[in-house]
Structures are given as C-alpha cells and as structure tokens.
C-alpha cells in the first residue's frame, strides 16, 4: 500500500526559507503514471493546491505562489521536496503531499501524508 | 482561477438522515474533473468521489455524487456516525487545482 511522509522544521522564521521532503513506500516514485504533489491548510481554513513534480523533474506550481517556490524530486531516495522562501504568517498551514494522476481526468489527490505543521514565527 | 463554493457551510443532521452537499463553480467544469473529498479533525482529507460521480476504492455506497458543471452534488444516505467531518470538493480542470471552503457535517 503507498504511503507518503512528509518531514521538516516545525517552525520558520519570518523571511526565511520552508523546506519540506515527502518520502514514498510503498511504490515508486518513478511510476510515469502520476504527479507528486503539495497542498496546505491554514489553520482552520480550506485547502489549497501548491504544486505538483514528474519524476523528471517538470514541475506545476500554482500562480499565486510560483515566485517563491521551488520543487525537487530525488527518485534514489523515492523523496520529492518543497521550498517556499521568503515565508510570513500568512504561510503558516499543515502542509500535506500527495499523488495525483498525470492524465488529466485522473489528477485528484490520492493518498495523501498526514501532514505536517509548520508555523511561521520569529 | 475557478472558485467553488460549498453550500451550506454547515450541515447539522441526526443518524440515518440523508445529506446533501452542493459545491458550485464560478465557471463550468466538466464533471470528469471534480473530486470529493471527506476530513476528520486531525487527519488528512481521504478521496471519496472522483469524476463527479465514481467512488474510490473501500468508499461505502452510501455516499454519492452527481452533477455537472457548475453544480455538483455530494449525497449521504443514512448518515452513519462515523460520518460527520467537514467535505471538501475540488476541480482538476484547470490550474490552479482548486478546492471549495468545506462543509461541515455536524451531529443534530
């Protein structure tokens, strides 16, 4: 059964960098069937897609953040990881990976990690 | 980018009533590319519905979902305890994937 763990600092400062890793059992991350991705939920709040990698590196991020991400994939490791620079509060969410579907009708969220909570704070 | 709007924010009903989520889009989207997704207190949001109206996998058949674009429908027949969470849909048409703001099943 894929499972998928997210890990990283529980807390970042204002104007610094959050940096995740989600690490995959389970299956490959090299499946060329499926996107990997980050989502997030401000306390709360509702959710919010924040990007998706191949495992060839090709990435989608969402606009509204796309300035200030950067997405990596490691297939040694079955890892894929998340930066987002330049944090505020406005940052502070649990932040969830997942997989979805590289097909268009098949790119809903499914598994996704327990996530985890990173505040933003000084 | 395509808001969806979840209605009623929250939906109070006793076990064994039937519920109706409604999710609307600000624009049409096909219903090949519309998710539900169901979230209990401290724990990640689990896929129940894909493609409008397919269920995923060890999802009971007592949850259903129909409808196309802009207005979709997430049902519960006889609401099992274990069902009250917040639901929350979601469009995979365009990018930015986006979600509604959620709808919170509460117990009567």
């Known amino acids: 059964q894929l499972q998928l763990q997210e890990s990283g600092p529980g807390l970042v400062k204002p104007s610094e960098t959050l940096s995740l890793t989600c690490t995959v059992s389970?299956?490959?991350?090299?499946?060329?069937?499926?996107?990997w991705g980050w989502i997030r939920q401000p306390p709360g709040k509702g959710l919010e897609w924040i990007a998706n990698?191949?495992?060839?590196?090709?990435?989608y991020y969402n606009p509204s953040l796309n300035s200030r991400l950067t997405m990596s994939v490691d297939t040694s490791k079955n890892q894929f990881s998340l930066k987002l620079s330049s944090v505020t509060a406005a940052d502070t969410a649990v932040y969830y990976c997942?997989?979805?579907?590289?097909?268009?009708?098949?790119?809903?969220?499914?598994?996704w990690g327990q996530g985890t909570l990173v505040t933003v704070s000084s | 980018e395509i808001v969806l709007t979840q209605s009623p924010g929250t939906l109070s009903l006793s076990p064994g009533e039937r519920a109706t989520l409604s999710c609307r889009a600000s624009q049409s989207v096909s219903s090949t590319y519309l998710a539900w997704y169901q979230q209990k207190p401290g724990q990640a949001p689990r896929l129940l519905i894909y493609g409008a109206s397919t269920r995923a996998t060890g999802i009971p058949d007592r949850f259903s979902g129909s409808g196309s674009g802009p207005d979709f429908t997430l049902t519960i027949n006889r609401v099992d305890p274990e069902d009250f969470a917040v639901y929350h849909c979601q469009q995979y048409a365009t990018s930015p994937y986006t979600f509604g703001q959620g709808t919170k099943l509460e117990i009567k």
């Open positions: 997942a997989r979805c579907g590289r097909m268009g009708t098949e790119r809903y969220s499914d598994p």
């Open positions: 389970g299956g490959s991350i090299s499946s060329g069937r499926y996107y």
């Open positions: 990698i191949y495992y060839s590196g090709s990435t």
